[in-house]
């Protein structure tokens, strides 16, 4: 059954703008046909085409579920702005991991200081409909490094993926299973400088390896996202 991005209007779900486009034009759905919704909250709406133009398609509700691909932790990642190439993956595994926020930071490698949100969010929207998450990733305004340290007090653990540490592993940290506010730190493609590093490790935070190899940002990200959703069963 086809996904689709929409809003609950009672008992209807409304669809409009880009989201028809693709419905209509691109998959050729028409009244009377079956869709699933969804309607960035907690449920899953089970529709059938009532009504449909070139402005607006409503779907009258046939049955709500609960969804169950929601992640169960709040956990967000703190990610140096990479290069595009890279953004675009990372953005689409965040959301299939179960982020719930996305925060992307101006570090001293950074090779940009902009972001295209609405890009972001559009792949944010995409990617919820291909692993069926019913409430959507939220990506940030991008920030500096030095605000983005300012941010980390609000969390319960945060985990530092550090490329000069030597010992410290994710299965050493103490209670990560029952933290409820994660946040984890990803450098981009060039990593972090010896400053950064140095300003990280005087915060309250966790650093850990993620082996003796260096991994891609992206790779790293889906590591990272990965055992601590193995951890926290999240």
Known sequence: MKRFFGRKEGDFVVIDGEELVHLAKVLR???????ACICNDENQYFC??????????????EKIE????????DITLFQALPKKEYLDEIVAKSVELGLSTLQL????FSNTSKINLERINSQILA??????????????SLIEFDKMLKLLKNFDLVIFANEKEKQNGIFEIK???????????VGNEGGF???EIAKLLKEDIVSITLGRRILRCTTAV????????AITKN
């Not at 889906?222 to 959703?229: E, I, K, Q, Y």
Request: hydrophobic share 35%.
């Open 29 to 35: 759905q028409k009244v009377g046909d079956k869709i």
């Open 66 to 73: 609960s969804c169950t691909a929601l992640p169960q932790k």
């Open 175 to 185: 209670n990560l299973e029952n933290a409820q506010k994660i946040a984890v730190i």
């Open 105 to 108: 930071f101006v570090s001293d």
């Open 127 to 140: 990617a919820s409909k291909q692993c069926g998450r019913s409430k959507l990733m939220r990506c940030n």
């Open 48 to 61: 059938q085409i009532e009504s449909l133009d070139k402005k607006i398609c409503k779907a009258k509700i």
């Open 222 to 229: 889906a590591t990272m996202l990965s055992l601590v959703n």
């Open 193 to 195: 400088s010896e400053n």
